[in-house]
């Protein structure tokens, strides 16, 4: 069974950091594209973070860029956000997907079907 399990999420200050983390199981991640999406309720979810892991390519979008980190572990069948100084804007939940044969901003601006529990994230004072 092909599973995406995205975990790490929790309470955070403003300010503060969280790293995502982004489990294969029943496949392997190499020449996917894996994004993470954020969605808040009312609004569809947003691409935030996109990575190749087969030729590392990443795309963030402006909100986060200088904040966050995506990174790939293919020895763990893991993709990683690295999420720094929080703002309470980045609260929800966060969801990854993968698809192959696609770049990495296209990635972040398609729509997913997301197989995963999601995390939520909060950032609050």
């Known amino acids: 069974q092909l599973q995406l399990v995205e975990s790490g999420g929790g309470l955070a200050q403003p300010g503060g950091s969280l790293r995502l983390s982004c489990l294969a199981s029943?496949?392997?991640?190499?020449?996917?594209?894996i994004g993470w999406f954020q969605q808040v309720p009312g609004k569809e979810p947003e691409g935030v973070s996109c990575?190749?892991?087969?030729?590392?390519?990443?795309f963030y979008t402006d909100s986060v860029k200088g904040r966050f980190t995506i990174s790939n572990d293919n020895a763990k069948n893991t993709v990683y956000l690295q999420m720094n100084s929080l703002k309470p804007e980045d609260t929800g939940v966060y969801y990854c997907a993968a698809v192959r044969r696609v770049t990495v901003q296209a990635m972040c601006l398609m729509t997913h079907d997301f197989w995963g529990p999601g995390t939520q994230v909060t950032v609050s004072s």
């Open positions: 990575i190749s892991t087969s030729d590392g390519k990443k």
């Open positions: 029943g496949f392997t991640l190499d020449n996917y594209v």
